[in-house]
């Protein structure tokens, strides 16, 4: 075979191989700054085209939600949710809340008073005493800072508040239109409440005491 035959056969082959290249992906011609011609498959980069900066982890969890509470804190408050319960005119109740908003807890407080209110508070404590606290499924009566601190303590809720200065707890609401909303076919059935055994000489007139 001549030479000149030989250079012809790798002449095609070179241009089938180029070919078969350009079938399968895009070759682009780029040009860099010493003017060096060069061939990819990925296309040329502007240059004077801005960079592009991904979001930060902060600007990404901005407008992610997640309650407004510090991960530590909404886990806590997702395991030991904390309500407390109220009714007006309540000197301890004010107290209760002091101590709450004091230490930085996020509670739902529920008032009891109408009767039905009162009913369905007694089925859930055992008396008509308030103010009355719920951390998980512990009950507490009364207001004492001390046994309080103490099962928050062991809840895991921190010690100081770590809640951001523009968080507010829900409004209070009454403690029979919850109980109705959780009734709901659709809604789940709320957790069974422990219930406690009175002695006898409890008085079980109706009323509520503080």
Not at 117 to 142: I, K, M, N, Y
């Amino acid at each position: 075979m001549s030479l000149a035959r030989s250079i012809g056969f790798a002449f095609l082959a070179s241009l089938a191989a180029l070919g078969s290249m350009g079938a399968a992906a895009q070759v682009y011609r780029n040009v860099g700054p010493d003017g060096k011609v060069t061939f990819s498959d990925k296309p040329p980069v502007d240059r004077q085209a801005p960079p592009q900066v991904a979001p930060s982890v902060a600007m990404q969890s901005a407008g992610a939600g997640g309650g407004g509470l510090p991960f530590e804190l909404r886990t806590v408050s997702g395991r030991y949710p904390v309500t407390l319960y109220t009714a007006e005119g309540c000197g301890p109740c004010a107290s209760a809340r002091g101590f709450l908003a004091g230490r930085g807890i996020p509670y739902t407080e529920k008032i009891v008073s109408s009767n039905e209110d009162a009913a369905a508070f007694r089925r859930l404590s055992g008396e008509v005493r308030v103010p009355f606290l719920t951390v998980g499924t512990q009950q507490l009566r009364g207001y004492s800072e001390t046994e309080w601190s103490q099962y928050l303590d062991a809840a895991g809720y921190p010690k100081t508040s770590q809640l951001p200065a523009s968080y507010r707890n829900p409004p209070p609401t009454p403690l029979v239109a919850a109980q109705q909303a959780q009734s709901q076919p659709d809604a789940p059935a709320a957790p069974q409440q422990p219930s406690v055994q009175l002695p006898s000489t409890e008085p079980r007139a109706p009323g509520i005491r503080f």
